[in-house]
């Protein structure tokens, strides 16, 4: 587990920052094409006491993101993901806020204890054999200690889905 930097490292990167928006709108390119908004999705864990996010990080060639759990006192980042490859558009909680998956490239699910930040479950749930997966997972949830999933695998083309499956984590 990574955690943040110091306050010069930050403002180092903010320039950074500011610098690789200026040039890349000067290219044409949107906000959203050089990772803005900063924290495009989050989620608060049942009880409260954690908070989940996704970071985006500037680039030229996005999607470039990290995992990221927040308690009352520290963010530490869970996993840095493949850059121009991964992403991450949702995050679920286990009932008991034990557990936090965050869905990767609509099909990998990345699972982490919301303690020590620890990964604990990363494995793809549909087939990778392109790019995006063809199936994508939808409707997905966690049993009350995470060690369960549930989820829909659906055609992403036709966006035909199948059956709610059921996949022991651990």
């Not at 490292?9 to 709108?25: D, I, K, Q, R």
């Not at 991450?88 to 990345?110: E, K, T």
């Not at 749930?125 to 994508?136: G, I």
Request: aromatic share 8%.
């Amino acid at each position: 587990v990574v955690r943040e930097t110091g306050t010069l490292e930050a403002a180092m990167g903010s320039v950074l920052l500011a610098c690789l928006l200026l040039s890349g709108l000067l290219m044409g390119c949107t906000a959203r094409d050089l990772g803005f908004p900063r924290v495009p999705v989050e989620a608060v864990s049942p009880d409260g006491t954690f908070t989940a996010y996704v970071r985006n990080h500037a680039s030229i060639d996005p999607p470039k993101q990290s995992l990221w759990l927040r308690s009352s006192n520290d963010d530490a980042e869970i996993l840095r993901l493949a850059e121009d490859m991964d992403w991450c558009n949702a995050i679920v909680w286990s009932g008991d806020s034990s557990h936090v998956a965050f869905l990767v490239r609509d099909g990998r699910l990345v699972q982490a204890e919301t303690d020590s930040g620890e990964i604990r479950y990363d494995q793809w749930l549909v087939e990778t054999d392109a790019y995006p997966p063809l199936e994508q997972i939808t409707d997905l949830s966690l049993s009350t200690n995470g060690a369960e999933a549930s989820f829909r695998r659906c055609n992403r083309r036709s966006g035909e889905c199948g059956p709610l499956e059921r996949a022991q984590l651990w």
